[in-house]
Structure formats: C-alpha cells, structure tokens
C-alpha cells in the first residue's frame, strides 16, 4: 500500500492532546500531518519554573521532529491554519491545501482577559515560552530596579508582585516567587532586602483553589503563608494599568501599587477555535469552547474530533471537563482509537475521563494532591509532584537534566536560568 | 574601616577582562561597583552553541549577583553609564553618579559591518544571547520553510547557509550548522533532505583562521570539507541583503542566493567605548579600540583602564594583541594587581600577555589548536578545547550540566534546545 492511497489524518496542535494522539496513530498504518505553529511540544505545568528562572525554555519544550523522527508515515508541518473547511474535509495553511479523512483540532487555551484586552500589556500571561521569560525578565527587572531607586513608594511598588488567579497555576508562580526573593535572592543585593518583597495572590472565588476540596486549599494557604504570600481570595481585579491594580471586595475598591502583576486567571480559547465556531455556528460555552457530543465528534461531522482545552465537553453525569493536561492527553489517545477502531468497522464507547488525580505545587517542599477521596499534603504530596511530572517529561535526556537540576535547586536554593534577556533587541553596543 | 572611607573602585562591563578584574578586588579591601547592561556573565566563546541549538542560553550565562553573593564591598549595578568623566573622576549611570578612585573600562567589542549598518538586518552578528537564539530560530525556519516550499530556487535559497568570517567563531558556527544538518536534522523531514544543505564559509584573506600557522588552517579546510562545507577563501562580501549575497572575488562578483547569513567577520567598539574616545580624543585603531599604554592605562589619566576587546595594546616587541577571551582575563587580573600594589606604594611592570595557546573546533571530534610552536589537530585537540571550556565554566552546577548535554550530543548528535523562539510576541492565539 503506498502512502497515497492511506487514510489521511490531519491534526492541528502539538499540545498533550495532538501529541498523543499522532504518538497512537503513527504506529498504524495512516497517513498523518501534524500542523503547529510552534517546532517543538510545550510541557506547559513547568512553565512557571521558566518563568522563575528555575528551568531553561529548552527543559521543557520539545521539538515535535524529534519526537517523530523516522517515522516516515507522519509529515510535520510548521505553521499557522488559516481555514478549515468540514464539509470539503480541507485544511488550509498558507498556500497549501491538506484533504483529511479525519481531522484532530487540539490548539488549546488562550489568555482571556474578559473583555479587558487592554490589561494584557501589563499583566502577561503564562502559555507560551516567550511569556514565561518576559516575566522572568520582568520579575528580576523589577529587583534590579529597586536596588537603584532612591523613592521610597516607588522602591515598594517594584517589590511588589500581585498574581492574579488562584487555580494551580497562580498557586505555584506565588510560590516560586516567593521561594525566588526568600531565598535565592536573600543575599544578592547591597540596598533591597529582596525577602521582604510583597507577594500577592488575587482570586475572586472564596478560597484558593476552588476546584479542589475545601480542607486542600486551606492547606494551600497555610503552606503559602509560611513563604509570607498574601493570600486575598474573594477580590476582583477591576483595573489593571502600568504600576497599579485595583481590586475590589465586597466593601470597596483597593489600590494596589505593584510593578509585577501576572495574570493567571482568564483561559480563552484560540483564534482558530473561535472562527471555526463562528464560521459554523457551533455551540460554545462561556469561555467559547466547542461543545463535543459523547466520542468528541463535532456535532454533525462525525470525521471531525475537538479535543483538550478547546473541547466543551460533559460526561452523561456530571459537569463539563475542566482544561487539564491530563484531559486533552486521555482524549488525544481516545479520539485516535476511535479512528482505528472505526477503520475496521468497529463501534466505540463514549469517552470518559479516568481521573488520576490532582496536583498543585507550592514551594520546594509542600503541595497539595488529591485522588477521588484520598487527599495528599506537605513533602509527600511534593514527591508524588516530582515524580509524575519528570514521569511525564517527554525526553530522557531532558528528564535527567531537569533531575539535576532540580535537585541543585533544592539542596542550594540556586537559579541558574535566572537571565534578563529581551524581546526586542537590545541596543546595539 | 567603614565602606565609605574605602578606595572605590568602578568597574564598567562584567566580561572576561571586567570579571577578572572583579573576582580579585573583591577580596582585597576596597568597595566596588560593578556596572553591567546585562544581569549576567555571558560564556561568549560557546554562543555559536546556541545559536545551534546545542546548549541553552543559561548554560553559558551566569547571573553577576550570583558570583558575587554575600560580598558586601561589591555592587553588582544593572544599567547603562551614560557619561564618562575622566578628569570629575565620574561614572554616570541613568540619574545616579558614582565617584571613583580607579576606573575600569571593560565593555568589550560590538559587531561592525564596516559601514554597511543596513547589512546587520539580514546577517546578524553572534554577540548577545539575543542574537543567538535569533541565528536558531533562522537556521531552523529556513529548514522548516524548506520542508513546504515548492519552488526549486527558493528552496535551494533556503536550504543555503553562508557564514561571513573564517576566524574561530565563523570556523566553529560552519561546523556546527554542518553537524545540524548532515546529523541531527538527518532524518527529520520528508520532502528535503537536510544533508544536502549547502554551507559556504567565506572569508577575504586568503585562508581561514589567518592568524593561525598555516597548516592548521589547511587542516581547519581539510575537517571542514569533511564535514561538507565549502570555504571560500580569497572572497569579499560585496552586498548582503534578503536572501541574496554578493561575494567579490580577484575575478568577478558572485551572487549567492541564501536566506540565512550570519555575519562572524567585523569587529567593532561599544557605543560607550566610542563615545569615551571622541570626547577625549584618544588614540585608537582602525577597528576603534582605544590605545592604551604599557600598564593598560589611558595615557594621561593614570587612575583609569581599558582592558579586553575594548583596548588596543602593544607590546614593546611584537604586534598589538588581539581580542580574545585570554587576554581581557589576563589584563583583568593584572589591573587588579595593579592596582593593589599601587596602593601600597609599590610599583608594576608592564603587562605581558602570557600566550596560553589558541583554539579553534570543527564539529564533534575535530579541533585544531597551537601553543607557541606546538600544534595540535584532531580529536586530541578536541579533548584540550573540551577540558579547557569545561574548567573556565564560571559555575559548578552548569559545569556539570553543560558536560552531560555534551555527552548527550555526542553519542546521539541530538541538539535538545533546537526551539524557534520569537523576538517579538507571536500573535496571540
């Protein structure tokens, strides 16, 4: 059988979801393309270790040509779709044309900033490696800056750091910057003491963490606590401009004077996702995520699966599936048996999502964790932590670097990844 | 003693030379300020391993504050001196001005495109981490633009790579996209074949590594062309612009159609290096280096240095020496020495640069190298040039981590920080 006459897949994304369903359906006997606009996979929970200087980019990205290397049935193509077309079975990326006889969309979350798009330029968010290390150069920036500023509510305002959103995300930038300034910056500077640095987590829910049981985030407070984190749960963000948040309770307004504010909170969806909701008139959610019927299918295309964050989808009980990684990667593997499956003339089940569990990391030695019923807390939950993620680590080699690394963090509470470097080019000298 | 009625002694540019300097003075008892347009200590001589994906930029830079944790006479400032005043005995930096007792100027060397600014655009230079991980994200578009593209001569174009300047980095950056192309990328694509990669190393004079012994530089041709690059000695670059170079040779001009051409050839001055000549009118070279006397010092104000790249020094015998890495370190330590004896009322000889030996690598096993009359080729080079960058490695964590990476790359010619990375924010998804 020669490659033409296979069965084409296309599938656009390289995320947990795309990845692993091309990882499945390249061992069968298929024709695939995997569209990204990026060359390399992102392990996107460890971005925030970039972000803090813990990690380079290149620990936790992966050039998706690697991973497929040899493999001559799956063709990998850079680059940015600029239509797809269900009823043709087309996928436009520049100027060529991809014709499937499945199609895979797993392009994943965006920043959403509810309508404030203004506030982006002041309050990054955290999805992509240049965004992590912006805010990696803000963060240190903001460091140096203080050390040569002579006013003193402009000193404070640089040292302090307001992160907005307190899902595990928000969780563990909160945490690694206060491990940053408490510890591997104590001794760095001659004028600031970098330990006494303001460091505030915002959430609009109650508490922290809302989606995990109520004793885990009370947990989590304590363990941020002791890394002296202010913990403001049931405040609002209502502005966002250069050097100043304002939140807002129950009561009144608050002004926060802060150099550093990173946006952990809103999660939209991509622009592809969304024009091809629009260009269908697709059922969304809230946040504009397709809705999915039971095998992932969009609704009337049944060769057209949506798949991880940019899925709606909600099991027979129960609430819709949140956006986790854990998710997309059970879909991803899902969506590509159903293919092979139905190849040989065979039904599916619906897919449901075996829930492994949850995990959110705070500092160097505590978090949080959850199975079913069974809780987890303190240093034992944080080696379930360590484990399953350098488990998850796609390279080997990647895997012992970022070991070692880790384990020098840990015993010297160093750094090394701690670089200011810019997007624009910096002045030539 | 209290900090104030010490010696102060300002340090402009944390390099080689600067570095040295710093690490010295530090433990003698004078207060320092060490100014810096960067957070970190950059590892030069291994940037064009960057820019091939080899290593990750933190491997190669190491945070200033860092280095110089807990020594309180030491202040480690992030920020550009505007002004310098050699009579006021002043370093201005934004609005804060620091008086000195002794003055070191270590602000090494820029890139230079001998008047031709509009070619920096389309041939980037290799001196800042900016640059480097620009060069990668070049080199590995064009094999990515390659892989889509249908047209023969654009992808020919693409699939050309022309390095300007056959000194060590030129010689080091041909073998190492060699390497990326005939090894790592070898099995990565299906539409091209990324060995077939046309690689052209030019150079005006009539043989690479010219300030090398000439059999080294005819070994340096022989391990290049083993590796599949063609060395174009004898040949000037007559225009560069978007994917086309024109070379002059003693016969005709010669158009190279390239879309990727990095420029390793012109070496230039800092802005503030030019800025400090002008307005004293110094002596200086062809290239802008600042003629300095016997002791480093600017003649007629014995109180302030030029080290590194930055200086032009010339030995009683001899040519002036070179900018290279050994000698900004060596005239570092000796000006701190200077100094130090100076200040006890004791006097210094001239400096004298001790040659330890030059170094150039080709590829995985291949280096050549000579230390005064002795030379050295093959993979013995390669283990010198392997020890010697392994033990100037400013920190132990990166040592050791650097050292894997390199044994990973070795045995598996895999390069794991090959990520195309953006300069400006990709569009938002």
Chains 1, 2 share one sequence.
């Not at 006997?29 to 996107?44: E, G």
């Not at 380079?56 to 600029?82: T, W, Y």
């Amino acid at each position: 059988m020669k490659n033409g006459d296979k069965k084409h897949i296309v599938i656009i994304g390289g995320g947990f979801g795309g990845l692993n369903a091309a990882l499945i359906l390249s061992h069968a006997r298929y024709r695939i393309t995997l569209i990204d606009r990026r060359n390399f996979h992102l392990f996107q929970p460890l971005l925030y270790q970039v972000a803090s200087g813990g990690l380079s980019p290149a620990d936790i990205a992966f050039p998706l040509r690697a991973i497929f290397k040899r493999q001559r049935n799956i063709q990998v193509v850079l680059g940015e779709v600029n239509e797809i077309d269900l009823g043709q079975r087309q996928v436009k990326v520049n100027e060529t044309t991809y014709t499937y006889d499945y199609l895979i969309v797993a392009t994943g979350a965006g920043t959403s900033y509810f309508g404030h798009d203004a506030w982006a330029e002041f309050a990054p968010g955290l999805k992509t490696i240049e965004e992590a290390t912006a805010i990696r150069g803000r963060i240190l920036s903001a460091f140096e800056k203080a050390e040569v500023e002579n006013d003193p509510e402009k000193k404070a305002a640089l040292l302090t750091f307001a992160i907005i959103g307190g899902g595990p995300t928000g969780v563990e930038m909160a945490g690694a910057i206060a491990e940053l300034s408490r510890h591997t910056l104590k001794y760095d500077f001659l004028n600031i003491n970098p330990s006494l640095a303001r460091i505030l987590l915002i959430e609009g829910n109650d508490r922290i963490l809302p989606s995990y049981p109520p004793e885990l985030s009370q947990q989590a407070v304590h363990y941020l606590k002791h890394l002296g984190v202010e913990v403001l749960s049931g405040h609002y963000v209502n502005d966002v401009r250069a050097n100043q948040l304002t939140l807002r309770n129950n009561k009144s307004d608050i002004k926060v004077p802060a150099a550093t504010i990173i946006w952990a909170a809103g999660v939209g969806v991509t622009s592809l996702g969304h024009a091809l909701q629009q260009k269908y008139k697709l059922d969304s959610d809230r946040s504009g995520r397709i809705v999915v019927n039971n095998y992932c299918q969009i609704p009337g295309y049944d060769n057209a699966f949506v798949i991880g964050d940019l899925a709606h989808f909600k099991p027979d009980k129960g609430d819709p599936l949140p956006g986790i990684a854990a998710i997309a990667m059970q879909q991803g593997r899902y969506v590509a048996k159903y293919i092979i499956r139905s190849e040989k003339g065979l039904a599916t089940d619906f897919f449901t999502y075996l829930d492994k569990g949850n995990l959110a990391v705070i500092g160097r030695k505590s978090a949080v964790a959850y199975r079913g019923k069974v809780k987890f807390t303190g240093i034992f939950a944080w080696l379930i932590w360590l484990f399953v993620h350098l488990l998850y680590l796609v390279g080997f080699e990647n895997r012992i670097l970022v070991a070692i690394q880790w384990a020098f963090n840990y015993f010297t509470f160093n750094r090394s990844a701690r670089l200011i470097t810019y997007t624009g080019s910096p002045s030539r000298s």
